[in-house]
Every structure is written in structure tokens, then in C-alpha cells.
């Protein structure tokens, strides 16, 4: 049976989630938003107490939590609600990394149809991006900087830290897209400075079609992000629409569970990891990581398998792993990953790449004896 190794696309939901979720389908029948009887309110409370859970996993306050259909959702609210602020200010100047997610690369891109000036900075072989260099193309219009926590093709840690601290104190906005953070790098994503951050419950084992835009309140005022479509005054203006009680259930529980667990799950991370380098070593098959490991989550692996066409071993191996070699939102793309054409990688090494990533119901030894046996077929189709 085939061991499915793509998390950074999306994890498999928690049955505990699932159980919640279900629950609330069976149980609380009523809109949220309904304020004449009690299947409202109890819907309501079924919500705030998941914003409660996702505030306490992240270290805000509750009322700094809104919820959307998805990091993706998220993003573009942190981005395109900014457009008024931003003329009434003239602050049209925004800067990121060539590594981001679509989700922000296409927003700023659509941004620049409308007079905004978009910089990006590119990382080095060590999938890191220089928080000197973002810094140094901050100016006095800057509008925003945006920068992903942890990338999503090479697991590599971004320097969103040493950005928070030195953007506090400026009249310049942070965002964080925490999509592949949230959950598992806990202490670190509570200890940041930012004024936005984003997530999608499930990249951490939580229901798909949730997610979370947490604004910070600065004196007391949240960031001047508006609403980018209109309906009802739901998520207090920001995100209209009705709100699916049952999946922020989910995203809630989720969060709980990570917020209990995340210790033991990166100990079962890092483990599978050592036992997939080991299995990498003592294949005989020439190999190199794409981004530098003391940077790297304990969930994800990028490799670049010399004279090993990821496509064929992914096709041919399909039996035994599921994995990917780049970001889900460009699977259809036949195009070289953009993220590892940022890092200077050659395109004959892009080729020949695969991510892998894991989570923490992974069972390690099925892991290790499926890759053992892809890497068989890796030498069999090797150049």
C-alpha cells in the first residue's frame, strides 16, 4: 500500500477533528449570525469557542482571530484590503520574496496593474532570503512586507523573526503567510512580531476549506485592512458570508490538539527524517538537499536525486510513496519550480527533485520500507 508523503499539500484530517466536526453537523443546525433563537446562538458559541482555541495556539487575542475559506483567502484580504489605506497614504510600495505562494505572488502581481511597485528578493542556495536585503529596500512610501514563515517546496525557515523585531518600530505593515508553520513551529510563530498572519487548518490536520487571518491590534486598533467583497457583516466586516460552523469546529480543534501535541509530533517528524537520510545514504545513489538543513522544518524534505527524472519516479513509484516535486497550486505546470529556480538551482537539477513531507500520523517503518523501495526504482531509471 502506498504511504502518502505529501503534507505540505494538504494532511490527512485528525479523527479527533472529524469527530468535532460531525458533531456539529449532527447538533447545532443554525447560522451563527442568527440572533432570535438558540440554535444561533449555540452555533455561535460553537465559533467563538474555536476562535478561543486558535487564539491560545497562536498567543493573540480572540478577537484578533477572523476566519476564511483558506490561507489563499487570507492572503488576498492581508494584500488587496489594504489598497485604501494605501491610497490615502500614498504608501504603494510593497516588498516580498520570489518564493512566496502563488497566493501572494499573483495578488502583488495584480497589484502592479494598479500602480502599486512590487520588489522582490530572491533567496540563495540556501532557500534563506536576506533580512538585510529586505530591509534595505524598505523606504518611506513602503506600504508592506510579506514574507512566508516556512516555505512550502523546501521547508526552509524564513528570517521572519529577525524582520519582526526590525519592523516594529516602523510605520510599515508585516505580514506573515504561517501556512507550513502553523502547528508545528509554536513557540517560534508565538514569539513573532507581525501585524498579519495566515493559515489554512488543513496543512495541520485540520478540515480543508478553513482557515485564518489573524489582524494584531496595535494601540488598540487592528490593522486598516478592509473588506475585498461585500455581502453581510460577518467576521465583523472583514469576511462576509455565512460561516461554516462545523469547519471552524474543525480548524479550532485542530489548533488545540497542535498546541498539546507539538512537541511529541516534530520528535516523530525529526525521527522519520533521520530514517529517510539513512535509507538516502545507504542507497549508493548520489543525492543533495535543495536548501540548507540547519534551516529546515522537521516535516519536509527537498531532494534533488542526481541523473533521477522526478517525473518517471514518481509515476513509476507510485505503488509505494505519494509525493510531489513542487507546490500543489503548480502541479498542472510542466515549467521547472519557481521557488527552486529562485535558488539558482540549474534546470537539469530541478528535474531530477522531488519534496517529500510527512506529518504525524506517518508510520515510520511503513515510510522507510516504501522509500526503500522507491529508491530501488530510482536505480533502476537512473541515467
Keep these: 500500500m502506498s504511504v502518502y508523503l505529501d503534507y505540505n499539500a494538504s494532511a490527512p484530517i485528525d479523527s479527533r477533528v472529524l469527530d468535532v466536526m460531525i458533531d456539529v453537523y449532527r447538533n447545532n443546525i443554525g447560522n451563527a449570525d442568527s440572533r432570535t433563537h438558540n ?69 502583488v502581481k495584480h497589484l502592479k496593474t494598479e500602480d502599486f511597485e512590487v520588489e522582490m528578493v530572491c533567496p540563495d542556495l540556501s532557500g534563506r532570503v536576506s533580512c538585510e536585503e529586505i530591509l534595505s529596500k524598505v523606504r518611506e512610501d513602503t506600504l508592506l512586507v510579506s514574507v512566508m514563515h516556512v516555505n512550502n517546496e523546501t521547508g526552509i525557515i524564513q528570517p521572519v523573526k529577525e524582520l519582526g523585531e526590525a519592523l516594529q518600530d516602523k510605520n510599515i505593515l508585516f505580514h506573515i503567510d504561517a501556512t507550513q508553520s502553523c502547528g508545528k513551529l509554536v513557540k517560534e510563530v508565538q514569539e513573532l512580531n507581525y501585524n498579519m498572519l495566515s493559515f489554512s487548518a488543513h496543512k495541520l490536520m485540520g478540515p480543508q476549506g478553513v482557515g485564518v487571518l489573524v489582524l494584531k491590534k496595535k494601540s488598540y486598533r487592528l490593522p486598516p485592512v478592509k473588506a475585498i467583497f461585500y455581502g453581510g457583516q460577518q467576521e465583523h466586516g472583514i469576511r462576509p458570508g455565512t460561516i461554516p460552523v462545523a469547519l471552524t ?125 522507491l529508491l530501488k526504482i530510482a536505480k533502476q531509471i537512473k541515467n
Excluded at 41 to 65: G, H, I, Y
Excluded at 296 to 304: A, R
Excluded at 339 to 359: C, D, F, H, Y
Design 249 to 373: 469546529a474543525g480548524c479550532g480543534k485542530a489548533c488545540e490538539i497542535a498546541e498539546t501535541d507539538y512537541i511529541k509530533n516534530n520528535d516523530h517528524s525529526l525521527e522519520i527524517k533521520s530514517k529517510i537520510i539513512g535509507e538516502l545514504d545507504a542507497s549508493g545513489l548520489q543525492y543533495r538537499f535543495n536548501g540548507d538543513q540547519n534551516y529546515c522544518v522537521s516535516t519536509t524534505l527537498n531532494i534533488c536525486i542526481e541523473g533521477v527524472s522526478s517525473e518517471a519516479l514518481m509515476i513509476s513509484t507510485k505503488q509505494y510513496c505519494g509525493l510531489s516535486n513542487g507546490s500543489a497550486c503548480t502541479s498542472k505546470s510542466y515549467d521547472p519550480s519557481y521557488v527552486l529556480v529562485a535558488m539558482g538551482i540549474p534546470t537539469e537539477k530541478i528535474e531530477n527533485s522531488i519534496r517529500i513531507s510527512w506529518g504525524p500520523d506517518t508510520d515510520v517503518e511503513e515510510t522507510v520500507n516504501n522509500f526503500r523501495e
Design 39 to 107: 440554535f444561533g446562538e449555540n452555533a455561535r458559541t460553537v465559533v467563538e469557542d474555536a476562535r478561543k482555541q486558535v487564539a491560545s495556539l497562536l498567543k493573540v487575542l480572540p478577537d484578533e482571530v477572523f476566519f476564511t475559506s483558506g490561507a489563499t483567502e487570507s492572503n488576498n484580504i492581508a494584500i488587496q484590503g489594504l489598497k485604501e489605506y494605501a491610497n490615502k497614504n500614498r504608501k504603494k510600495h510593497i516588498v516580498t520574496t520570489a518564493i512566496e505562494h502563488k497566493a501572494i505572488l499573483e495578488t
